[in-house]
């Protein structure tokens, strides 16, 4: 069974690192993100709308915070439905290769 606390830290980390590095970036180099966003909406067939607005301290916290909150929910909503649907069934590697454990000779 899937800890549903620690799926939620998981989820909830992962996601504020993402904005976290987004937010740090921004600060840094607001016009390479800037022309980076317009890219990738040229790959979407989009025409850029979006204007990246100067980072503040403030912002940047909020926007870690809620993510690492929303984070967490989402890992408590997948330990919860993982568990319900599958129990305790574990997950099987697959493997190309046996493992092999090395046996040791004694010597007498």
């Known amino acids: 069974m899937l800890n549903k606390f620690k799926a939620g830290l998981v989820f909830g980390c992962f996601l504020s690192l993402m904005h976290f590095i987004r937010v740090v970036v921004i600060a840094i180099m607001p016009t390479a993100m800037q022309n980076f966003l317009n890219r ?56 190309t290769k046996p493992v092999v454990k090395a046996k040791i000779k004694k010597k007498r």
């Open 40 to 95: 990738i909406f040229g790959l979407h067939f989009l025409q850029p709308i979006y204007v990246l607005t100067p980072a503040t301290r403030g912002k940047g916290i909020l926007l870690v915070l809620f993510t690492f909150i929303v984070g967490y929910l989402m890992g408590i909503v997948f330990a919860y439905l993982r568990n319900k649907f599958l129990g305790e069934k574990k997950i099987k590697i697959i493997t």
